[in-house]
């Protein structure tokens, strides 16, 4: 019996105890629902107070956004306003040109009907005077005929007979006054041609220019061309032998160069470079590689766009490409390419007035000047006539064509009309008031022989004329030219200079030697 009721006693215990322990965690799970719903509550709070304030951020962005979009939009539209108003204004004034020759057009007719009824008047009044005149002729050689017993027959007969030689010596004498009357009249309309022709002809005055001016955004760009220690403008003036000018200018940079290729060279891969964003030595030769590829394809465009505004057709490749390079070169300060442009159309319209074939005379025009963009060292000794009529013979010129361009400075013999058409307008071109000019041309030939003089030297890889011909850049290839070599060749080609050029100042020598080891990794 006692160790039922202790058994019965536990049993009760433990469903006491387990009831008061139920108890006490649903106690304890009411408090835990509490803190977290309070938890909760501060936790979507505070998250809305943060999207709040994310909003807020966001609809500000957008506004500003707006702002600077809408502002964008009204210089556009002041820009196009500005154009438009300009176009209106040419319009107006294009409007007013043609009304005012209108009225002095119908003015001149007024005029002209005026003139023609004065003629009429007056013929009708000498063909009365002429009539009455025959009439009194006739009644004359009768009176005359009575008077003298001889018919009007003998009458001439006599008379002719007795200034016989009277007219034999008037006929020579006005044979000989014709002739030199024929002489001054034919140089005269030779006069009047070429007059005619050259005021057909509009041009502008060639101006050359030395420097080209690179723009920037802003001042910062000009210490990442510079480069640490000036590494980066360095390897830009090697590798396309332009001097460059960084100085206080705000948003500009000068490029300075006699080779306007080498100029626009430079200038191209400048703009490039500021616009990629990547500026370093190696990244500066690749850009300049491509540059000069593009200027080689620019200059093929060129010559194309040449021949077809002339009117040119079936014209070499090669020749097309020499007619594009001659936009990067000049004589005597005028722009070759427009030389040659003008003599074409010269030579155009002085053959149609004298009844020979234009276009024949236009491509003759057009290529007499190809010499002067010669392909190779060698080619520079040869005169640009003799040089321009064998590249006219190799590439399937006419034999009229070649002949002219040869003859134009007398180096061969003239065997067509064409031929001088050529050389006389060659020198209308040349000789006209602001064609050219003599002191650029000497400066840039001066640069040449600077350059050509350091060529001669073995081991020389570029040779570049910079500041105007005071500095002479030489860059040598590492292989041939050892350091202690490249000291004594800079002595060398100063001696050199000093002995053959007569020049201004002085002139700075610099050697550049550079040995790069290059590994691709794959």
């Known amino acids: 019996m006692d160790i039922t009721t202790a058994i019965i006693t536990g049993i009760v215990g433990l469903i006491v105890g387990f009831v008061i322990a139920k108890f006490m965690e649903k106690g304890k799970a009411s408090k835990t629902m509490a803190n977290a719903k309070r938890e909760a509550s501060s936790i979507i709070k505070d998250s809305k107070l943060e999207g709040e304030t994310i909003k807020k ?63 009429h008047h007056k013929t009708e009044f000498y063909e009365k005077k002429q009539s009455e005149l025959e009439k009194l002729h006739k009644n004359q050689v009768q009176q005359l005929e009575v008077i003298s017993g001889l018919s009007a027959e003998e009458a001439k007969s006599q008379l002719l007979e007795s200034l016989k030689e009277t007219a034999k010596t008037d006929a020579m004498a006005y044979m000989q006054t014709t002739l030199e009357e024929a002489k001054l009249t034919a140089q005269q309309e030779a006069k009047k041609i070429v007059i005619n022709t050259i005021q057909r ?56 160069c006699f080779d306007s ?34 200027i080689e394809q620019e ?18 490749p090669e020749l097309i490409k020499a007619v594009g390079r001659m936009k990067y070169r000049s004589s005597y300060g005028q722009n070759l390419l427009q030389h040659s442009r003008e003599v074409a159309k010269l030579c155009g319209v002085m053959a149609a007035e004298l ?51 040869g003859a134009h400075h007398d180096e061969v013999e003239m065997k067509t009309l064409i031929s001088p058409i050529v050389q006389v307008c060659d020198a209308i071109s040349g000789a006209r008031p602001g064609a050219r000019r003599q002191v650029l041309d000497s400066y840039i030939q001066r640069l040449k022989d600077l350059e050509d003089i350091a060529f001669g030297f073995g081991g020389v890889q570029k ?26 060749l800079s002595f060398e080609i100063s001696q050199k200079i000093q002995t053959d050029m007569t020049y201004p100042g002085q002139v700075k020598i610099t050697v550049i030697r550079e040995t790069r080891s290059v590994n691709v990794a794959k």
């Open 57 to 119: 951020d966001k609809i500000f962005q957008a506004k500003e956004k707006f702002l600077e979009l809408k502002a964008e939009h009204e210089k556009v539209i002041i820009n196009k306003n500005k154009k438009i108003a300009e176009a209106e204004k040419r319009t107006r004034d294009k409007e007013s040109q043609v009304s005012n020759e209108l009225a002095r057009n119908k003015k001149l007719n007024e005029q002209l009907e005026r003139k023609i009824k004065d003629v």
């Open 261 to 294: 290729v080498r100029r626009e060279v430079a200038r191209l891969s400048l703009h490039k470079l500021v616009t990629d964003g990547r500026i370093h030595p190696a990244r500066i030769e690749e850009i300049v590689k491509k540059t000069e590829k593009q």
């Open 463 to 488: 040779a570049y004329a910079i500041q105007a011909g005071r500095e002479l850049r030489v860059i040598v290839e590492s292989e041939k030219v050892s350091d202690d070599k490249a000291a004594q």
């Open 355 to 405: 009844g020979l074939n234009p276009k024949l005379a236009k491509r003759a025009g057009l290529l007499h000047d190809i010499g002067k963009v010669p392909n190779t060292e060698a080619e520079i000794e040869t005169p640009h006539a003799i040089l321009g009529m064998q590249w006219a013979e190799k590439f399937g010129e006419k034999s009229d064509v070649c002949n002219a361009i």
């Open 201 to 256: 002809i509009g041009t502008e005055e060639a101006v050359e220019n030395c420097v080209s001016v690179f723009n920037l955004e802003s001042d910062d760009v000009k210490g990442r061309i510079i480069g640490r220690e000036g590494r980066n403008i360095r390897a830009l003036e090697s590798a396309t032998g332009v001097e460059i000018i960084v100085d206080d200018t705000p948003e500009a940079i000068i490029l300075s």
């Open 299 to 316: 200059i093929v465009e060129v010559g194309k766009r040449t021949v077809i505004d002339l009117g040119i057709h079936g014209l070499h």
